[in-house]
């Protein structure tokens, strides 16, 4: 192959890398929903995850969620369908508790030294423009292959990762969810 030719085709191959980003190993797309006691509804959007230098980031598209703070975490179960608590059915509690490998027992936030499946928080800014939210958020003590096999859900409140004065932060409900396969 001529030089010139050579050189045009690493110049191709150079140009093509920087306009498609880098190229990481693992990239994950969950795809998150809303849901009731009665199962998985409508498709609210999707969190994107990979690895990087800081841990693992979550980049986050959602829409439909009421304006404030919600708590976002990792749970046990690869399952977002409800279960039964006092004798009512809930939303996403086939999901289980917050992802806590080493039975911490404890509710300290991303970077804390409790559950690892503690996620920060997302803050809604203006539920009239449908509650939209697009931010990319680093975990630090996570990876893409510690998502996997687990579920990521949104409750319907905010979270103060301590257990006071209510339990898990105070988030509340669980009104979105998504299976990372």
Known sequence: MPTTARA??????????VIAGPVRAEDVIVE???ITADGA??????IRAYDS???LVLDLELTGLTAGGHGFHM??????GPGEK?????A???AGGHFDPHATGKHLGPSGDGHLGDLPVIYVEDSEAGGTITRVEAVPRLTVADLRGHALMIHEGGDNYRDTPEPLGGGGGRIACGVVE
Do not use: F, R, Y
């Open 8 to 17: 045009l085709l690493l110049a191709s191959a150079v140009t093509a890398s």
């Open 32 to 34: 998150m929903n809303a």
């Open 41 to 46: 509804g409508e498709k609210i959007g999707t």
């Open 53 to 55: 230098t800081n841990g």
């Open 75 to 80: 749970h046990e179960n690869p399952d977002c």
């Open 86 to 90: 006092d004798g009512q059915m809930a």
């Open 92 to 94: 996403g509690l086939a």
